[in-house]
């Protein structure tokens, strides 16, 4: 009889679904921040996340279901005992982080964030000249779940969508264009909006350097979602306060959280948040990480191949076959 460790904010319809596909199975319900070594000893699967450090106690455990699409830090040697399997939440998150993406890509273009300053001020401005996503070129970086999202939505606001991804293939639907990595210095000065949704690897860390933010278009816009390493945060700050770039929208920064003295806070026409713009904010988001764990833990019982299973080289979600 396998031990079932659920760590998300479930229901009770949400535990009847559960254990309505593991019928045989023991379920436990505890938010993640409370876990326990002795509650992971003789546990086999997890659905949800836990602290890392904790897992070295999780000496029986099978199975990692993550709650989130980000799955760097477990892949790191030592975390998980060597045939572990991991999946994550790839699926989940493209809703409402597309959607917090095109807000942010409207706020910033149409200098929302300069009125809603001068409302607290006081100040009765016109900022002059504004631009559209009509007519504009998106470049997204990350082309998962939440980069296809977005691509979606910007093609459909009638913006010229370009993909870069990291190895070739069929190019989506979404896309007018689609390049690797290698090609990313030809397609960045042409972009008037780039998106980043990456994990954190060797590979993305700092892949928007200096010289690519000041390769980019002036008064292009920059959105990052994904890790905040992925964008030199020295030369941002640098980039921004110089006035190349129309402005950028970060869900993520690198370090993280940001210390209230970071000079980013105040560098011009950024819009920073928390890190919120995925989690359970929305509903629906939550709705479908349970549908995700559900189907995954009806195909780990049943001995098929699960959906989203992590490589644990590249930190990224294996293509299904």
């Not at 602290?51 to 998980?80: I, T």
């Not at 590979?203 to 928007?208: N, S």
């Amino acid at each position: 009889m396998k031990k079932i460790l659920v760590t998300l904010p479930v229901e009770a319809r949400h535990k009847a679904y559960f254990e309505n596909i593991g019928k045989d199975c023991v379920f436990e319900y505890v938010q993640s921040s409370e876990v326990t070594e002795a509650q992971l000893q003789d546990v086999s699967i997890i659905i949800g996340n836990v602290p890392e450090n904790m897992l070295e106690s999780a000496g029986n455990l099978e199975w990692l279901q993550l709650n989130s699409a980000g799955a760097d830090s477990y892949c790191k040697p030592g975390v998980l005992k060597p045939g572990t399997l991991l999946t994550n939440a790839t699926g989940a998150y493209g809703l409402a982080i597309s959607e917090y993406m095109v807000g942010t890509a409207l706020m910033l273009q149409k200098k929302l964030n300069l009125y809603y300053e001068n409302q607290r001020n006081h100040h009765w401005n016109d900022e002059g000249s504004v631009t559209s996503i009509w007519g504009s070129t998106t470049l997204v970086i990350g082309l998962g779940d939440i980069g296809g999202e977005f691509a979606t939505r910007m093609k459909v606001l009638g913006s010229h969508t370009i993909g870069i991804r990291r190895k070739s293939g069929a190019k989506p639907e979404y896309l007018d264009e689609l390049y690797t990595n290698e090609q990313l210095d030809e397609v960045i000065p042409r972009a008037d909006f780039i998106s980043l949704s990456l994990p954190n690897t060797p590979e993305t860390y700092h892949i928007i350097d200096e010289k690519r933010l000041r390769s980019m278009k002036k008064g292009a816009f920059l959105i990052n979602v994904g890790r905040g390493t992925a964008i030199d945060t020295d030369a941002l700050v640098k980039v921004l306060n110089e006035g190349h770039l129309g402005g950028c929208a970060l869900d993520v920064t690198d370090p993280e959280p940001l210390p209230p003295g970071h000079p980013l806070w105040d560098a011009k026409n950024a819009v920073i948040t928390p890190h919120i713009s995925g989690q359970y904010h929305l509903q629906e988001t939550l709705e479908r990480i349970i549908r995700i764990a559900g189907s995954n833990l009806e195909k780990f019982l049943n001995g098929d191949r699960l959906d989203n299973l992590v490589n644990f080289e590249t930190g990224y979600r294996e293509r299904q076959s």
